[in-house]
């Protein structure tokens, strides 16, 4: 009868501008498609040439190198007897359009181009391409002579239209289109086509695997047929991680998929389809056949050919699957050793070299490499001869099979702890068990004397020694201090990598590994050219917060003990004297808030598109705990430090993308790196709010109430030195009928930890300090610790609503000053952003949590 038809789909893992390897694996997809029984197969955007060529595709290089590979696939005897489509870039009238090209025993039968261009997130499609807006319209496309002397073709047809068979109608979205509302394929179906291709190149981001495949089950579910979605896998040469979710539903369920996090070069799946089952679904719809009755025509492609077979009664027809997706954890253990496998083999070089400092994020970094190594040895146990081949010839040993992901991290993987004078032993300790467990080759030194020598040309130079804030040193000769540590730690990172496989017999060179997460980032807890600085940075895309869910699950997964340790530790940049042998610096004391608050901050800032102000708004009714003066300090502290240290996303080093408020300069995120960090109009526009919102508490405005809810400073457990620029910490909790009013500025300050922001008054002494009770049990009102009595005339002309201090405090160098998370500015180095931008930061990368 001829009712049923095989399809394909594919995920490739393809390489921008490798035209010899993607051909390669596109060839070898049709083939695989074929042997499974398939008479259709489609393939990811952009396949030809891969998908992140970026500003290549100005170049008519790209195109025409594209041309010649499809030259090569139409010449190809062995894609012949199935239907086919390939993506590359075609110029069209002297437009370049992102294209399906379709074909069929060496001849092309329609090149359709992009309806919808994506330019989302990482995506810039329209600086390369235009989309084709010409709806259910065709035009001819005269074919390169090397096309015609292959196809005997001069012209094809070129535009929005469907493939008619024997048996069938096949119509085609290109990505974007399917995310759209106005997708391609409700007019499509409607008009009576069954089987919808889909060419996509879909990258991963956190918590979003859900997405694509919703979006394909409701696609069918509503309109009724076959959707067939293929999807670039790996890093093909930039940042994004590809899916590689190639998906096959009919009427709303799932019946094939491939399987996430797989090293394989070419995935293929088919699914056998009863054409009948979808005429049945969609005429049991009476709305949809209504409106079908009316909906206009595409243009049609005759192809004399059959995708099903008179003999198809013994075929069974495909059934639903159940499809499980990775939890974020699995995804932050997975994705980016997928990622990194691709960057070493690619790379050239001979594996990897972290810094490993024995604290949270570079043991994550860590944990990611073996997982790598053990996806490796688990590909290579599978038969996968591709990556056995890229493992001998990176360990440079021809006869090499790995068997044991300890014995291959031994062999990819170098670990150096950078310790010094300021280090504890408990790191030191947590390190070398770390690397034990994981087998990496480790090595444990002190960087002392660089850094002593790097001082004494300061001091015989200058006449000067700069001491610590512990030894009597001032502010700036503290900071200034642990960015030297942290500068020399980098140098000698990148000696070691160029160094230490000559030291082991082995050519090459090491790629070294950076550790910085993205709320660190955010908030520019780093110090320039440091953790900054590495070659890649697989967790450079995730949140603090996402990565210590991650090592709990690693802990058991991966049978590493030693991460419960790491876990239980306060993060600290060990860059500042012990006392008693013991650290005293944190992470968030340093940075005058949690790691919570900063994961809030971001989402505010980036996903829901929050300023100052905006982000004031929103806070104060998810931070019911905190007076609106507190959530108005806290936001002002946040984007002051936001602002002033922005110029260091512009030498981040690049980073797995994963997460979707990420601040990395380079394509995600595009912000002026220059900033008046005062924000003057912003923050005044927040004063004044605090100031409405407490007339309403003053007259008692049903307006003004609010309810106790969300714990201040964000969701979730934190640190005992949470706190920041005037929050509590986030077990104080407190109900609509204990909360206060706005009280008054002659209240006492209170004891705590006490978090100091930038003034805007004309006294360069003026200090605005917000304190934060460190074992409170109840939230209190901000207070201020004096009242101000003068005028402002130096930044703004407008009196801020909250009162500032002005308690002429003098700095430990003897000048009067202006206090910014702990340091003492005079007030021409207030106008000098550069004078706040150093600060020192947990710099995992070089051994110092």
Same mark, same amino acid.
Request: with cysteine; proline share 4%; aromatic share 8%.
């Given at each position: ?116 261009? #994506? ?116 890093? &093909? ?135 790598? #190594? ?160 590495? &070659? ?50 944190? &992470? ?80 995600? &995120? ?156 005079? #007030? ?22």
């Amino acid at each position: 009868m001829g009712r049923k038809v095989i399809v394909a789909s594919c995920s490739l893992n393809q390489w921008a501008l490798d035209y010899h390897h993607n051909m390669s694996t596109i060839v070898e997809s049709i083939q695989q498609a074929k042997t499974l029984g398939a008479m259709y197969r489609t393939g990811p955007e952009l396949e030809i040439t891969g998908y992140s060529c970026a500003d290549h595709y100005y170049e008519s290089d790209t195109v025409l190198h594209a041309w010649e590979v499809m030259v090569e696939l139409l010449r190809n005897k062995a894609c012949f007897g199935i239907l086919y489509d390939v993506g590359m870039p075609v110029r069209h009238k002297n437009v370049l359009y992102n294209c399906r090209i379709v074909v069929l025993n060496g001849k092309i039968l329609l090149i359709r181009p992009k309806l919808l261009l #994506c330019d989302d997130g990482n995506y810039r499609e329209s600086r390369w391409f235009t989309a084709w807006t010409k709806i259910r319209a065709v035009e001819d496309h005269f074919l390169p002579r090397m096309v015609q002397r292959v196809t005997g073709q001069k012209s094809v047809v070129f535009g929005d239209a469907v493939l008619s068979t024997h048996d069938t109608c096949i119509g085609y979205e290109i990505c974007e289109e399917l995310w759209n509302p106005s997708s391609s394929h409700i007019g499509m179906s409607l008009d009576g086509v069954e089987i919808i291709m889909n060419a996509s190149g879909s990258y991963r981001e956190m918590r979003k695997s859900w997405q694509s495949l919703e979006y394909i089950k409701t696609a069918t579910a509503k309109c009724g047929g076959c959707y067939v979605f293929a999807n670039l896998k790996g890093c &093909d040469g930039d940042r994004v991680h590809f899916a590689g979710d190639a998906t096959i539903a009919v009427n709303g369920k799932v019946v094939a998929r491939t399987q996430p996090f797989q090293l394989t070069e070419v995935d293929v799946i088919t699914a056998a389809v009863d054409l009948e089952d979808i005429r049945i679904y969609r005429h049991m719809i009476r709305s949809r056949c209504a409106v079908a009755s009316q909906s206009p025509s595409y243009p049609r492609v005759q192809v004399d050919f059959s995708l099903s077979s008179d003999s198809d009664l013994f075929l069974p027809s495909c059934v639903e699957i159940p499809v499980i997706l990775p939890t974020p954890e699995e995804e932050i253990l997975y994705g980016p050793a997928c990622w990194l496998w691709d960057y070493l083999r690619r790379s050239g070089q001979g594996g990897f070299l972290l810094a490993l400092s024995g604290g949270m994020d570079s043991s994550s970094t860590a944990t990611i490499v073996y997982s790598m #190594c053990s996806l490796i040895v688990k590909a290579v146990t599978n038969g996968e001869q591709q990556v056995l081949d890229d493992v001998r010839r990176i360990v440079s040993q021809k006869e090499y099979v790995p068997s044991d992901p300890r014995e291959l991290c031994g062999l990819l993987f170098h670990t150096v702890y950078m310790g010094t004078e300021n280090s504890s032993q408990e790191t030191k300790r947590l390190a070398k068990t770390l690397a034990q467990q994981i087998g990496s080759y480790h090595l444990s030194i002190s960087v002392d004397t660089v850094v002593s020598a790097v001082l004494g040309v300061f001091s015989v130079t200058t006449g000067h020694l700069p001491k610590f804030r512990a030894n009597g040193g001032t502010e700036r000769e503290n900071v200034a201090l642990q960015n030297i540590q942290a500068r020399v730690r980098m140098i000698t990172a990148y000696l070691f990598a160029q160094l230490v496989l000559w030291v082991r017999g082995r050519p090459g060179g090491l790629l070294v590994l950076g550790s910085g997460n993205v709320d660190e980032a955010l908030r520019g807890y780093m110090t320039k050219y440091d953790c900054s600085s590495a &070659d890649i940075n697989p967790i450079g895309g995730f949140s603090k917060i996402d990565l210590r869910s991650f090592l709990r699950l690693a802990t058991e997964k991966l049978q590493l003990p030693v991460l419960a340790e790491v876990l239980s530790a306060r993060p600290t940049a060990e860059l500042e004297p012990l006392q008693e042998g013991r650290v005293v610096q944190t &992470d968030e004391q340093d940075m005058g808030m949690t790691y919570e608050e900063l994961s809030i901050y971001g989402k505010l800032r980036k996903i829901e598109g929050c300023g100052p102000y905006s982000m004031f708004c929103k806070l104060i009714h998810l931070w019911r705990d905190l007076t609106p003066a507190q959530v108005a300090e806290k936001v002002k502290f946040f984007f002051r430090y936001y602002s002033v240290n922005r110029h260091k996303m512009t030498v981040l080093t690049p980073a797995y993308h994963a997460e979707t408020y990420s601040p990395d300069d380079n394509r995600f &995120d595009h912000r002026p790196f220059l900033y008046n960090y005062r924000w003057t109009w912003q923050f005044l526009s927040i004063d004044a709010a605090v100031k409405k919102i407490g007339e309403g508490f003053a007259s008692g405005g049903a307006t003004s109430q609010r309810s106790g809810g969300a714990e201040g400073g964000g969701a979730g457990k934190q640190h005992d030195a949470a706190g920041g620029s005037g929050g509590a910490a986030s077990t104080n909790k407190k109900t609509a009928s204990t909360q206060p009013a706005l009280t008054t500025v002659s209240e006492a300050p209170r004891q705590g930890i006490q978090v100091s922001v930038l003034s805007e008054s004309t006294e360069p002494s003026s200090v605005a300090r917000v304190t934060v009770p460190a074992t409170a049990t109840t939230t209190q009102a901000v207070t201020d610790e004096s009242s101000n009595s003068g005028t402002d005339s130096s930044y703004h002309s407008c009196r801020s609503t909250l009162r500032q201090n002005n308690s002429n405090e003098t700095t430990a160098d003897g000048s009067g000053g202006t206090t910014v998370g702990g340091s003492s500015l005079t #007030c021409k180095e207030e106008v000098d952003t550069r004078q706040l931008v150093d600060q020192p930061h947990n710099s995992q990368v070089l051994a110092t949590q």
